[in-house]
């Protein structure tokens, strides 16, 4: 349940509830306990990189925060195509096929766009880490992915496709040498009208890059599937945690709940849940002198707090629920996310205090 027992947290949520900012937090308290912490984004927007004051160079390889903690403080920005190329170097047998794979259109065009591959990427940069052994601590903002378990399913969306009879169509041989399509050669003229037609409708310049690829990928298939089911194991393992955040608002309970059974179902290990940036109860106000806005923030205060005590009679005794407050401004350096990452300890303490 407590996030300073695991070596490794996972900060997962739907997009604009503050995952970012409050990993990066959670990471610089990390770190001024005397841990020697990573704090890991794979949020396509890059945010954490100016949180942390760190450049570009952290997507390339694991950069040290100037902070001036009692352990150390790293951070590491995913570059899907950088862990992608770094996968094909690693599984492909010899120079020939690495060069093959890297340059072929078709896997330009996978590595940057085709959906899902931010997550899977995401999941094997965060084996490479954790497999290494060089923190204390690592603590993963995952992606804004609209439904925001992507990330989860990752490798056993991988596992599926390798194991399907899709990928074995694919590996047939489509194309001769002349690269014309075998099941068009041998009909003569209507064989070529209806490559003629698929060239039109498909583009038989993209389905040879794409059959080139699959035949060339064939040799790193098993690699592929055993490091997949080895960040399956690991995203379950006992000594990974998952932080859940949500935002204020009554309207957030049930989709919270929904998410927090998912995990648990799932088999992950939840602990603390957050509902962040929580508007603050104010006075009633007075009707004829108060302002508009004035009314409005003690009507905001009001429904925030209804919903987290709703929230901490739905979950009882099974997760710590913490609150943290609205902030007049978002966390910009290094001081104000200590801040609020010793603002989350003091909620996480109060919280496992009632459990």
Known sequence: MDPRKHSLVIVVGSGGV???????????????????????????????????GVGLEAAETVTRVKADTAGALH????????????????YAPDEEARQR????????????NLAGVLEYMASERLFEVAHEGNHDRIILDTPPTRQALDFLGAPARIVGFLDSGALRIALKPWFDKEGKLKATSRLGIVGRNVEGFLDRMVGLELLRDMADFFRAFAPLYEGFR?????????????????????????GRVADTLFFARRLTDAGYNLGPIVINRVHPILEDPNLETESEGHRLLAWLGKRDHRAVAELRDLVGESHPVIEIPLLPDE????????????????GLDEALEKL
């Open 18 to 52: 503050g995952k970012t900012t409050l990993a990066a937090a959670m990471a610089a308290s990390s770190a001024s306990a005397g841990d020697n912490t990573l704090v890991m984004t794979f949020d396509p927007s890059l945010r954490l990189k100016d949180t942390l």
């Open 75 to 90: 951070a590491s920005l995913l570059d899907a195509r950088r862990t992608f190329d770094r996968l094909i170097d690693r």
């Open 101 to 112: 794979i890297l340059t072929n259109r078709f896997y330009d065009r996978l590595s940057a």
């Open 331 to 346: 966390p910009t350096d290094l001081k104000l996310l200590s801040a609020l990452g010793e603002m989350f300890e003091s």
């Open 226 to 250: 055993e490091r997949a089911l080895e960040v399956h194991d690991l995203l379950r393992s006992p000594e990974t945690l998952f932080v859940l955040v949500s935002g204020p608002g009554e």
